[in-house]
Each structure stands twice: as C-alpha cells, then as structure tokens.
C-alpha cells in the first residue's frame, strides 16, 4: 500500500522532533539523559514518484510496497545541539547556552551537574603491582568501533566544545614572561675560549708537530684564541666554584689525555685552563670536537677545523648549545650521548658519564630511515592488535588483558631489540662501538635501579624509549623494565647551533600561566566518541579548580597559523589534539608535505608554515609544544625538516610527540593525566617515567612508550599550579 509509505527525510525529521521535545520536557528535572548517538534499522525501498524522481521511502512493518523490492536499512545518527552561540554540541545536560563570562578571561561557565556522564574516565589511584589488581577504567561509547589520530577518515562537521573560553583583552600584554630568576644571582656573560698556546696564529699547523691547545674562561673575548663563544651555565644558590668538564676527541689529532677539569668561580675568568696536547696526523683540514659538560649534563660544544700543512687560514668554528643567558641550574645526569653525522656517512657518537669514550657508528643514513619505519610498521601493529573476537583492544580499552598486554609487548620488545642491535652491532661495528652498546645494557641493566639519559643528537631520531636492551633476544622471557623508557628518566635534544630556550622553568605567576589549546573537534564525529568533548570538559574543569591558568582555544588552521605569524603570542604550553601526518623524500611534495589537520578539514603544511610563520618570527612564550597527533615526532634523518625541528628552531622549549599513529582514546586519556601531573610541579623527564609505568602497571597498557620527549628532562611549572581546596555547601 503506497500509502503506508513515508519519505526518509520525513521519518528523520519526526525523529529530530521527538527527540527535541524529550529535551525540552527534561528543564528543570532533577534528573536528565544524556543522548548517545543514534542506531535507526528501517525498512526501505527505492521507488519512482510520478514525477519521475528517484525516491528511498520507508515502509510501515507489515505493509507492501508493490513497485519495489524493500530492504533492511541501518543508519548511524549523531545528534548535534546547536547553542545559542551557533556552534554544535553532543551534549545536552551540562552548557547553559546563555552562560556568562565571568570576567577573567576563561571564557562560558558550565552549570555543576551531579555526576559525570555515563564512560567518563576515571582516573584511579596508583596501584601496586599486580595485573589482576588493576583499576579498571570506564569504556567510551558503545558505539565506538575505535579511531586513530592521524588516519584519514570519512569528513563531516564535528560537534565543537561545550565552551569556548575566550582571552581577556582588556589584559595588558607584558614584554613576555621574564626568565624565573635562577636560585643564585645572574652573572655577566663570559667566553670561553680555545687557544693553541705559545703558537703564532700567522703560522700554520705541521703534521707530526704537538701542540697545546688550552681551554678557559674570560669575561671578554680573548684576542690570541683560536675560537671563541659565549658560556651557557648558570650557578646554583651558594655554589661558588663549579668544577666543569671538557672532553675533546678528534679522528684528525692524535690527543693524549682527553678529559680534564675547569674550575669557574662565580665571577671573573677560570682558575686555571683546561690544556690538551694535540698532534696533527694528517695535512688538510683537521678538525677537533671540545664538549663541555658538568656531571654529565651538556652544556655546549666548541667544534674547531684546523688547516694543517697549509699557508695560515683562518680557523673555522661552529658552536652548539645553551644559550649564554641560561637561568637554569643543571642537574646530574648518568649517561650522555652526543650523536651527529660523520664525515663520510655513519655518525660519531660520544659517550659521557661514568666513562668517556667515541666510537662510529656504521649505520647509513637510508639504512637508519628503512630501520625506523620497520619500527613503526611493528608499532602499528600493536595499535591496530585485535583480540581473538577480532575487537581492536588498544583502540576500545584502556584497561588491557594480560594475553593481550604479553602478546604486545613481545611485539614491542623485539623491534626495540632489533633497533638496539642494528645500532650498537651493525656488521660493521668495530670493537668500540660494541663495547659502547655493552656498557649500555650493563648500565641499564634492571638490577642497576633508575638512571637519567641525556641524549644530544643530530639527524639521529630515535625513539630511545622504545629500546629494548638485553644481551639476548628471548621471546618467552621479555622484561617489561628492559625498555629503556620504562625503566630510566629519558631526554632528547637536538643538537642545535642556538639551543635558543633560556631555561627548563615555565613561569607561573608572571602573571599566569598562558596554554594554548589547538583542536580538530571533527574528530568525534569522525570516531562517533566524545573525546574532544571531554578534553574541553577537562579544560573548563581545570580552570575552574586551578587558580592562574589563561586559556586559548584554536579550531582552525588558519587561527593557528596567525598564532604562529604574531610575534606577541605568549604560549607558553601549546597543545594540539589533532590528525598528522608525516611525509618523506618520496612522497608528492617531500618533506615539506608533512601536515596537522585541523576543523573545518583545514590541513596546516610544513611548507605553509616554513613561508607564512618563519623560524625567524620567534614565539616570544618559549613554549612547551605537546602534538598529540599521529607521527607527530616521527623524524627520519634523510628529512630533517620536521615539526620538531621547526618548532624547536622558532624557539620552543621543547616538544613532545608520538612516534606512529595513536589510538585517540589512549590519546586523550594520556593527556589528562599529564597535564595533572604537570601541574602539579612534576619535572618532565619524571613524569614520563611515572606515566608510562602507571598505566603499564595498573592498566596493562604499554602505550606511553609511544610518546617521545624532545625537551630537558627537567622542565617544570614553577611554582606549580595545585587544585584549590575544595569548597563546601553554603
């Protein structure tokens, strides 16, 4: 019967209308619903109107529809509430649209509501070690068939946030946050310098010869160096003699003893010098590498090229490191490592702690690249890991079972164990280089307790995290602490000529902590979850409960961008919640095809920003960049024009990021909890440390060894930025 028939659109429209009107009914109810996206099966046929037009109908049950075969139809419905504003929400319990800004800054209040909606994450309490005594965290949405950051999937427009907080632009911009003044008082810049003492510098170099090359420290640049460049150490309260080191190796120079002390007062030049005796070995240029370092953490490098055997030139020098005006005290570290490539291809690698040594490391830099997307080729599988009813666990679940959490890891630790291998016991590793790799494991080693690894490194990406050193491969007996990132504090630096930061403290009061949150929302319609929702409940929820935070929120590209352009932006911590993706020499565009997708299906391009918001526009706010996107830190050494280095050339403290793509629960879910431990005044290299164990421990997942740090360890909130006291009834 044609008239039991009723159009699609007409049976989606009652739908809206019914559902409209369910809400409206719930003002002023003590309690209310919230509405999960919608699953509608009709049944359907495709039929012509006399029109002639090519129409779908829904038929009623149990009536025919003569003119056509009817079928079974299932649609997926997200519902979207449109504010006051005009912008989209999944949620219909919790934003009054015509909430007021309070006045500070922090954009619409939320109305308090009495519990968290159904599948908010709970954040448990750190528990022992026990698999089975895991808290187990709430699932998302039923509908949720897992999603991951960075893939590219079916575009529609996502709901936006619940609120939008607003800057106050009343607020009367500052020059830029003033560097925390250290724990002893800033002294005057000072050089230090590198001369061949009781040499002419008219005269040149002979093969064969011994020379005296001494290393000091001035308060002006000396004239008879050979080299000269601005010091970067800050002294401690009460420290008024810091014993430095220099180390100086060289392939070009036979040296005899090549570490020695230099003391520094507080003031005024060096007691004394750091001498070596160098000999050339060969004529031509010949170059001699000083690394200056206390208790194993870097301070700078001197990297000088001699002309030997040839009418004198001029000497040529390239300095790296910590900028002079540095106001941050430097902590011990346990083991540093200087990467960088090697003239002729490989890469020098030093090594620093409680042994100083250099060795060469043979791998290639295509070689270097083949092992790396090996990696994340493993990595993916674990992302992607189904269980045996085929649900993808790691994109559905926090909370991971022990099968799963075994099979994983067995997968992790044998990637990470070949990398470790191909690094340390290349076919053409010499005596040395394996030595180096052996003096890793046993300084690693489980039984050795917590160590700090600094690595300081050039066109080197490598996710140090996710090494798994052992001495042999056993599949049947992997140790979860033999990753390096889950037993032992991890920082990576790049080796820069300007390691532009002043220092590792982010200045709270100054007047407040400016943070940035730059979003894709789409990603929830996209995932038909509530992620991005939930991040921006999280944020509303934080400025309210956190005194001091002045919060910036971004959803378009070109927002960020413009971000990016102005000089007088003042992020100090710059959050993205997106897609990424990473291109390489290969891909159409190269390197610079490399992209962040934003809302509205905005993809930000290197190449955009390299031309619209130059490294030369520095972000005046250093900030801390946090991409918690898909391949977001994934830089290969035949490309070497990453975000990351980018962001770090632009004067960022830092960045992290993952190293393939990420589940976005897991995504979301990791950034919570850093961003409250980060708060709380806890040291980055600490925190991950914590993080990663945490969820392995409690909730059987290993996927914070995703997640990359290239920053100093020792970055910080100061002061911190605690939860104020609870306020009660009345």
């Not at 011990?332 to 002729?344: H, Q, T, V, W």
């Not at 602490?481 to 080796?495: A, K, T, Y």
């Not at 929830?524 to 991005?532: E, G, I, K, L, P």
């Not at 959803?555 to 291109?583: F, K, M, P, S, W």
Request: hydrophobic share 40%; glycine share 10%.
């Amino acid at each position: 019967m044609v008239d039991a028939a009723v159009g699609l659109a007409e049976a989606i429209d009652a739908l809206r209308e019914e559902l409209s009107a369910a809400a409206a009914r719930s003002e002023g109810q003590a309690m209310r619903f919230g509405l999960e996206p919608v699953e509608l099966t009709l049944q359907v046929a495709l039929t012509r109107t006399a029109a002639g037009k090519v129409a779908w109908v829904v038929v009623d049950s149990g009536a025919g529809h003569p003119e056509a075969v009817t079928q079974m139809l299932t649609l997926k419905l997200v519902p979207l509430w449109k504010t006051a504003e005009g912008s989209l929400t999944t949620d219909f319990t919790i934003a009054s649209p015509g909430a007021a800004d309070d006045g500070t800054g922090r954009g619409h209040d939320v109305q308090d509501s009495p519990a968290a909606p159904a599948g908010d994450y709970v954040r448990p309490e750190p528990g022992e070690d026990k698999a089975m005594d895991r808290a187990p965290l709430d699932s998302p949405p039923v509908v949720f068939r897992g999603g991951l950051l960075g893939a590219e999937q079916e575009e529609s427009s996502g709901p936006a946030w619940d609120e939008e907080p607003q800057r106050d632009t009343s607020w009367s911009e500052p020059e830029g946050p003033a560097a925390p003044a250290a724990s002893g008082e800033a002294d005057d810049r000072r050089w230090v310098s590198a001369e061949l003492e009781d040499h002419d510098p008219a005269a040149p170099l002979l093969s064969g010869e011994t020379y005296t090359l001494a290393f000091g420290v001035d308060v002006e640049e000396n004239p008879r160096a050979a080299a000269n460049t601005l010091l970067g150490y800050t002294f401690a309260a009460g420290e008024n003699l810091a014993v430095l080191s220099v180390h100086v190796e060289s392939d070009d120079f036979d040296i005899g003893d090549n570490s020695r002390p230099l003391r520094l007062p507080r003031s005024g030049p060096s007691k004394g010098k750091a001498r070596f005796d160098i000999t050339p070995l060969r004529d031509g240029p010949c170059v001699v590498t000083a690394t200056i370092h206390k208790e194993g953490n870097f301070i700078q490098e001197m990297e000088i090229t001699f002309h030997v055997g040839l009418t004198a030139r001029p000497v040529q020098v390239t300095a790296r490191g910590r900028p002079s005006q540095a106001a941050f005290v430097l902590q011990p570290r346990d083991i540093g490592l200087s990467i960088e490539p090697a003239p002729g291809g490989g890469f020098r690698c030093d090594v620093r702690g409680a042994v100083y040594g250099r060795a060469h490391l043979p791998i290639q830099d295509a070689e270097l690249a083949d092992a790396l997307k090996q990696l994340r080729t493993e990595l993916l599988k674990v992302v992607t890991q189904t269980d045996d009813a085929g649900t993808p666990v790691f994109q559905q679940r926090l909370d991971i079972a022990d099968a799963d959490r075994d099979r994983a890891l067995v997968v992790l630790a044998k990637a990470g164990y070949g990398l470790y291998r191909k690094i340390f016991y290349h076919p053409a590793a010499d005596a040395q280089t394996k030595r180096i790799g052996d003096w890793l494991r046993e300084q690693t080693a489980p039984e050795s307790g917590v160590t700090t690894l600094q690595v300081v490194s050039q066109g080197f990406p490598i996710p140090w995290g996710l090494l798994y050193v052992a001495d042999k491969w056993d599949e049947n007996g992997v140790q979860w602490e033999r990753f390096l990132g889950m037993g032992h504090v991890i920082e990576q630096i790049p080796l820069q000529n300007d390691m532009a930061t002043p220092d590792g403290v982010i200045a709270t009061d100054r007047p407040d902590l400016s943070l940035s949150v730059n979003i894709n929302d789409e990603i929830d319609t996209q995932m038909r979850a509530d992620f991005v929702a939930r991040q921006g409940r999280y944020w509303a929820d934080t400025c309210r409960s956190r005194a001091g935070i002045r919060l910036t929120t971004r959803r378009l590209g070109n927002e960020v961008i413009r971000a990016l352009q102005n000089e007088a932006t003042d992020d100090q911590i710059l959050y993205l919640y997106c897609h990424a993706g990473a291109a390489g020499l290969d891909d159409p565009g190269g390197p610079d095809a490399s992209w962040l997708k934003f809302s509205g299906n905005e993809k930000v391009r290197l190449e955009d920003l390299n031309l619209t918001a130059p490294t030369d526009v520095p972000l005046r706010g250093h900030p801390l960049i946090f991409i918690n996107a898909c391949e977001s830190a994934e830089l290969s050494p035949l490309f070497y024009d990453g975000f990351v280095p980018y962001f770090m050339a632009k004067g960022a403290r830092g960045v992290i990021g993952t190293e393939c793509k990420t589940p976005a629960l897991f995504a979301a879910e990791w950034a919570k909890r850093f961003f409250d431990m980060f708060m709380d005044g806890v040291p980055l290299g600490e925190l991950f440390l914590k993080l990663r164990r945490e969820m392995y421990l409690d909730h059987g997942n290993p996927l914070g060894l995703l997640y990359g740090v290239h920053c100093d360890g020792d970055t910080y909130l100061k002061p911190a930025v605690p939860s104020l006291p609870a306020v009660g009834p009345g």
